[in-house]
């Protein structure tokens, strides 16, 4: 066990803390709840940061809950966007709920006891509350000038703020309140562009029911060249889910980290302690080409997320990329991971007939297969000893057959180093 708030300082992940949050942690076990944002099935690795803070405060003695939610993904939240967002059907957000439950199982522990943790879906306490009995019951307490006033509100006022964006801060308000009332909920966690909202939680609490409630938020992360973290640099998103971004995928963002993000994200994303994390920093500074922070990081995380076989298959599938390896490391892949290793790499479609009759390199490299733009081009760099087949250097007399399928299905085409082609079977 250890102390909550003492543990979120050395990793750096407090933003904002409302005064006597520590005292009543020290005093009780005590019940908290963070929101997750059900627009979509997956949960990505920005959400692996509030995911954290549940895990940590599971392991701090105390009684997480997840609340996924139904009725306030029906409405959209302002924090820190710049325009309305579309909102989503009652199928779609069960579908997406469903998703996320399982993944939020994967990290907090559910039967443990009094600490035990539990998903909460705002939709169960607002489906059957009416716009006019919300109003009066739970309007009544806030004022326009108290709403007006918050950062998420102020921010949208000169691109327009719907009504329905405008009485987020209500709905996430009233959840405190309910969860508070019900749950016995006193603290709210969340992310630092949340703290308005939930200091909108913590004053109906105080006004509708005379009670105490408490805030803690976490620092927004970027990372160290000020691009947005979680994403590639193609600008998609990388998902916990798997079939959204592959284990490999996932493993390579977390490698290809700096060494100052590198530095933040073992702190914040792995469950490694104090000790451990300054000697491990200590030896990648002495050694920074060794990359071991990264390597720390990436597996911690990706055991976690995906599974330890899952790390395994990404290594290996690393070392075939970037490292020495030959026609059997490749012949080891599943078709599904070698698309995972070669993401992205440009491919074109040949006939099976092609590859059952040979098919000359030449042919293969250009006119058939459009690696190179012709077969002069092709003649160089075979002369050059710069293409590989499947991990295997060619002549210009080469000829494919059946026998260079992997998975009856691909072709790998090399250029020196890193210049990558695949030839698929249509």
């Known amino acids: 066990m250890n102390n909550f708030v003492e543990e979120l300082r050395w990793r750096g992940m407090i933003h904002d803390i409302m005064p006597g949050t520590e005292e009543l942690l020290e005093k009780e076990l005590t019940t908290a709840y963070i929101g997750f944002d059900p627009t979509s099935d997956s949960l990505h690795i920005g959400s692996l940061v509030q995911i954290m803070i549940l895990v940590h405060f599971q392991r701090g003695g105390h009684k997480p809950l997840a609340l996924v939610g139904g009725a306030t993904g029906m409405v959209g939240d ?34 443990c006891g009094e600490t035990s943790a539990e998903i909460v879906n705002n939709y169960d306490w607002f489906k059957e ?61 969340g992310g630092s562009d949340q703290w308005g909202n939930i200091t909108t939680g913590t004053e109906l609490i105080r006004r509708m029911s005379g009670g105490e409630a408490y805030a803690i938020t976490t620092p927004l992360l970027k990372r160290a060249d000020g691009t947005k973290f979680g994403k590639t640099a193609e600008g998609e998103n990388i998902w916990l889910d798997a079939k959204k971004t592959s284990p490999y995928k996932f493993y390579q963002y977390w490698m290809n980290a700096s060494d100052d993000d590198a530095k933040n994200y073992v702190r914040i994303f792995t469950l490694l302690g104090k000790e451990e994390i300054e000697k491990l920093e200590e030896e ?15 597996k911690d995380i990706t055991c976690r997320v995906h599974s330890v076989e899952a790390y395994d298959i990404a290594v290996s599938a690393s070392e075939i990329l970037f490292g020495k390896s030959t026609k059997k490391d490749l012949l080891s892949l599943s078709a599904a991971d070698f698309l995972s290793v070669f993401d ?83």
């Open 344 to 426: 992205g790499v440009p491919q074109s479609s040949i006939s099976i007939l092609d590859i059952k009759e040979g098919l000359s390199v030449i042919d293969a490299l250009a006119a058939k297969g459009g690696f190179l733009k012709s077969n002069g081009e092709a003649r160089r760099e075979l002369k050059g000893n710069a293409i590989s087949i499947n991990k295997e250097k060619v002549k210009e007399d080469y000829i494919l057959s059946e026998s260079d399928l992997l998975n009856d299905k691909f072709v790998l085409l090399q250029k020196g180093k890193k210049n990558y082609y695949i030839l698929a079977i249509d």
């Open 284 to 298: 990648h500074n002495e050694a920074p080409h060794l990359r071991l922070l990264q390597q720390a990081v990436a």
């Open 78 to 111: 302002p924090s820190g966007k710049s325009k309305e967002r579309n909102l989503l059907s009652a199928d779609v957000l069960t579908h997406n709920l469903n998703s996320v439950k399982a993944q939020l199982e994967q990290f907090l522990d559910f039967d």
């Open 129 to 189: 509350f009416n716009f006019l009995d919300f109003i009066r019951d739970v309007g009544k307490h806030i004022t326009v000038n108290y709403m007006m006033s918050k950062d998420s509100v102020k921010s949208r006022l000169e691109t327009g703020l719907s009504f329905t964006e405008f009485s987020y801060q209500l709905v996430q308000g009233y959840d405190f309140y309910h969860l508070n009332q019900h749950k016995a909920c006193k603290l709210q966690l």
